[in-house]
């Protein structure tokens, strides 16, 4: 079974009901310093976290004084832009004294559907967490509107998991975990422990929203548990309203695991090596021995490119003879690629008028 003992990467997604108290709209500081202690103890084990957090409306409803109930679009963009300042300077204050760094990141349905933007934004992840950045993730109410909304944090922290190529998503719940019903009303549901197969049986067994506060109920965090397992990455549900709920979770707290048969890395590969090309990238000797030394493919080793393709777009990768090689996930266009091809990296931003990326396919974007 899963465990955050084998993470290296962990998305962690917590809920506005957590955050702040549903009678006063005020911040639960006592609450979110205790998640602070548990993150500094999971970067101190090495691991990467990212923080897939709701709040910014609870938030920013009372500051404007909104009523209770629903609110209309404009209200609740209105709402989110004043509360997300206030949510990303509580993280930044609590994680500050454990010397960990914040970032607030804001995503859009837009920004994991579409390539170009996904890319984007996986690269800009990755960059963070390689500075030990904890990246304070949440969906753009602001600008969202229902058509590019994710609509729930649950499924917004499955798409964070499989950007950053998580091993590990913990959903914080209102439960300890995925019961057969609702255990609220039902005494004979049983939580289920291991879940390793999405059967439409379980997917019957998934509730709907619960609290006025929380879009998500168990059929949103089946949603997620499917994205999360397809990319290698194995999920919990675990009870958020204790005190360090990811030290409950590694010391042994009820809760629901959803297996992932592979790794996110395998997981991203089976994703590549399954897409139709574009294009071809034809490649010298060099290049070759580079790939096959696990190397990134870099504008220096290309004779040259064949075919329409955008920024993002699979591409198939050739030797001299044809024989292909690899396919991978390309940086640049069509006319930008045959622009750089066979010169050196330097060169890109005096060639096409910016700095660009080092290379025109990356090794994680790259199967052979």
Known sequence: ?????????????????????????????????????????????????LLVSSGSIALGRKVLGLPDGVLTLEQSQAAAAVGQ?????????????????????????????DRRRYLNSRATLTTLLGFGVVPIINENDTVATDEIRFGDNDRLAAQVASMAGADVLVLLSDVDGF?????????????IELIENITPELEAMAGEAGS????????TKVMAAKVAMQSGCAMAIVLGDTDQPLAALAEGASCSWFQAKNDPQTARKQWIA???????????????RALS?????????????????????????CDANGSELAKGLVNYDAAEANAIAGRQTSEIKDILGYPGRASLVHRDNLVM
Not at 278 to 283: A, D, R, V
Request: hydrophobic share 45%; charged share 25%; aromatic share 4%.
């Open 1 to 49: 079974m899963a465990s955050l003992d084998t993470a290296k990467r962990i998305v962690v997604k917590i809920g506005s009901a957590l955050l702040v108290d549903v009678k006063t709209g005020e911040l639960r500081l006592d609450w979110l310093k205790g998640l602070a202690r548990d993150v500094d103890a999971q970067k101190q084990a090495g691991r990467d976290v």
């Open 85 to 113: 300042i206030r949510l990303a300077r509580a993280y930044e204050e609590v994680l500050a004294p454990f010397g960990i760094k914040t970032a607030q990141v804001l995503l859009t349905l837009e920004d994991s559907t």
């Open 179 to 191: 019961y057969t019903g609702n255990p609220k009303t039902d005494a004979d549901a049983k939580r």
């Open 212 to 219: 006025s506060t929380a879009k998500g109920g168990m059929k």
């Open 274 to 288: 399954a897409m139709k090309p574009k294009g071809t990238l034809i490649i010298d000797a060099g290049a070759v």
């Open 293 to 317: 030394q696990g190397k990134s493919l870099l504008p220096a080793g290309v004779v040259g490119g064949q075919g329409v393709f955008m920024r993002g777009d699979m591409v198939s990768i």
